[in-house]
């Protein structure tokens, strides 16, 4: 299926073939069945296990897992992080305004009223962003964002350059020439990453 968006699914997914370009949140399994069985682009979210035969493909088409944490939780994570970006973005934009306008002001011997009020509105705005990005950084920062230790991914054929798979803050990128019959799981320090051996199957969490 293509761009189709799972916003509270729970338990397990089955797809057939191909999740292509998708944003899945479940808060179980994904599972890809099929002669493919691939995921390629767009983003998953999945509370314990991503399991196919192809993750990515050789065009290096940017496709992100976020592995073992409750989709609804991950999404508000995302989302201040999304946000604590767009409003540093623009606190440093008000601030360089701020900076050029004190630099003209410099130069004038009595500056018009109109340029000194944009400079203090522009003031006010970058204060209230500093509170607004403090708040949103001491969120960030303090998220527990602990993935399940049952957790994992199993691509039984190969994982393509361009895959990033996230277990918590702890993050997994495809080398660039690709991995093979790869399984990860989140440790304390790092991901593990172990072969995938069809004869003996990691056990899928329930």
Same mark, same amino acid.
């Given at each position: 299926? =293509? ?12 797809? +057939?073939?191909?999740? /292509? ?9 994904? *599972? ?11 983003? *998953? !979210? ?11 493909? /050789?065009? $290096? ?11 609804? $939780?991950?999404?508000? @994570? ?15 934009? !008000?601030?360089? #305004?701020? $900076? ?13 009223? #109109? ?8 003031? +006010? ?5 500093? =509170?607004?990005?403090? +708040?949103?950084?001491? @969120? ?8 399940? =230790?049952?957790? /994992? *991914? ?7 350059? &361009? ?6 803050? #702890? $993050? ?8 093979? #019959?790869? *399984?990860? =799981?989140? &440790? !304390? ?5 172990? &072969? @995938?051996?069809?004869? +003996?199957?990691?056990? /899928?969490? !329930?």
């Amino acid at each position: 299926f =293509r761009r189709v968006l799972f916003r509270s699914c729970q338990g397990t997914i089955f797809a +057939e073939e191909a999740v /292509m370009h998708c944003e899945v949140f479940v808060s179980g399994n994904l *599972v890809l069945k099929g002669r493919r069985a691939e995921i390629i682009g767009g983003r *998953v !979210i999945a509370g314990k296990t991503v399991w196919c035969k192809q993750l990515g493909n /050789m065009y $290096e088409t940017p496709t992100t897992l976020f592995v073992g944490v409750a989709p609804v $939780e991950y999404r508000e @994570y995302l989302e201040a992080v999304h946000q604590l970006k767009d409003k540093q973005d623009l606190l440093n934009d !008000i601030d360089e #305004k701020i $900076e050029q306008i004190q630099r003209h002001i410099q130069t004038l011997e009595k500056p018009e009223e #109109k340029i000194l009020l944009a400079q203090e509105q522009l003031k +006010e705005q970058s204060e209230e962003l500093e =509170r607004e990005t403090a +708040e949103l950084r001491k @969120y960030v920062k303090k998220h527990p964002l602990i993935a399940a =230790r049952d957790s /994992m *991914v199993v691509v039984e054929r190969t994982m393509h350059y &361009g895959v990033s798979v996230h277990f918590g803050r #702890k $993050e997994f990128h495809s080398p660039q020439k690709g991995t093979r #019959k790869t *399984v990860l =799981r989140p &440790g !304390i320090k790092e991901i593990h990453e172990s &072969g @995938y051996n069809r004869q +003996e199957p990691p056990d /899928m969490p !329930i």
